[in-house]
């Protein structure tokens, strides 16, 4: 068995080193134009040379959670592109929006500013009955993070295309439920895979319905957000802020507004890394899988476009 490994922004050594580890009898090399035919490929947003030199592949590892990238590209049908399942993103998408949504809910910013002026000043604490938390996608990381958030007592809701029930999460689905969804949230946190049914959901007619002093989380993918909808909803009083780890362009220009406006917090896209032990021991166990004719989880529908 053959595997070839492309990966931009990431060397491929470490993880080629790890995948031999854990598949000692396959032949495991970086790509290069003119590399001999590959059984499976591990990637991070290949260009479209890779997909046509390697017409015979049988899967296509994606190192991220999103197929986004990868779905841009003509994959021949019968190639299973198959995305990472959790490996330890879904907790750090936990720690994201829980942190953010207490700094947020407990005026963190607000005491730390305090006290850099030395001010010892009470807040009146706020009611969490006033602060639903909204999940818009209800896959792998959206469920972990709303079960993580319903064990700090805010009401959760949850958007999903298919119907669904999760305890302790009130959950809408479909285009038919979402206005409901969105007028019944204030924290609305974006977990949605980037499709063209999603592609600009978060705009100034969508983020409008929130209940008053709306916040954004924003985790999924830049092109979620029409990014010049969101200084004036915040200025205009209409939103109280936001939280933002992806951009229509990353990384993030050193000029563009997100970085300075006060109500607007910015991190790097790291709101869940891949971590490479996790995800090369769950690549290298659906190849095996693979190999023995078995069922493996995570395989993308390139239709539904996640
Ligand atoms: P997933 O398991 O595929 O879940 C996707 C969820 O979105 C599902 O609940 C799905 O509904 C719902 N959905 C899809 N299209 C919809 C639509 N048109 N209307 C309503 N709901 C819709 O994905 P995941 O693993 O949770 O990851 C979600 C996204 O997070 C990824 O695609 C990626 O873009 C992003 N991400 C970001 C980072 C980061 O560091 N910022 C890291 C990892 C992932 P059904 O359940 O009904 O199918
Ligand atoms: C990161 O953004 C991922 O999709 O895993």
Redo the contacts with the bound molecule.
């Keep these: 068995m053959r595997i070839t490994v492309y990966l931009t922004d990431n060397r491929p050594d470490p993880w080629i080193e790890g995948l031999k580890a854990e598949l000692p009898d396959a032949e495991i090399e970086a790509w290069q134009p003119g590399a001999p035919q590959a059984d499976h490929a591990v990637v991070w947003a290949p260009p479209q040379q890779f997909i046509d030199e390697q017409p015979a592949l049988r899967g296509i590892f994606?190192?991220?959670?999103?197929?986004d990238a990868l779905l841009k590209l003509r994959i021949p049908a019968g190639t299973r592109i198959v995305?990472?399942d959790d490996a330890g993103?879904s907790v750090q998408m936990a720690e994201y929006v829980c942190h953010t949504l207490i700094r947020h809910f407990r005026e963190f910013d607000a005491y730390e500013a305090d006290a850099r002026e030395g001010k010892w000043s009470y807040r009146r604490p706020k009611a969490r009955s006033d602060f639903p938390v909204g999940i818009m996608g209800l896959g792998v990381l959206g469920e972990r993070v709303a079960k993580a958030v319903a064990q700090f007592e805010f009401p959760v809701l949850g958007w999903s295309r298919s119907p669904k029930q999760i305890e302790g999460v009130r959950v809408f689905s479909g285009e038919a439920q979402f206005d409901e969804f969105l007028s019944s949230t204030r924290v609305l946190v974006n977990l949605l895979p980037l499709t063209e049914a999603t592609r600009g959901i978060l705009n100034r007619e969508t983020l409008g319905k929130l209940r008053p002093e709306g916040y954004l989380i924003s985790i999924?993918?830049g092109a979620h957000l029409v990014e010049d909808d969101l200084i004036p909803l915040i200025d205009g009083g209409r939103l109280a802020g936001a939280t933002l780890d992806?951009f229509q362009v990353e990384p993030l220009p050193a000029e563009h507004a997100f970085w300075r406006h006060p109500r607007i917090v910015v991190t790097p896209?790291g709101s869940?890394r891949?971590l490479r032990e996790e995800s090369i021991a769950q690549i290298a166990g659906k190849i095996r899988a693979m190999e023995q004719g078995l069922p493996i989880a995570g395989v993308v529908d390139p239709v539904r476009g996640y």
């Design positions: 994606n190192i991220g959670a999103g197929v995305r990472l993103m999924a993918r992806v896209h869940a891949t």
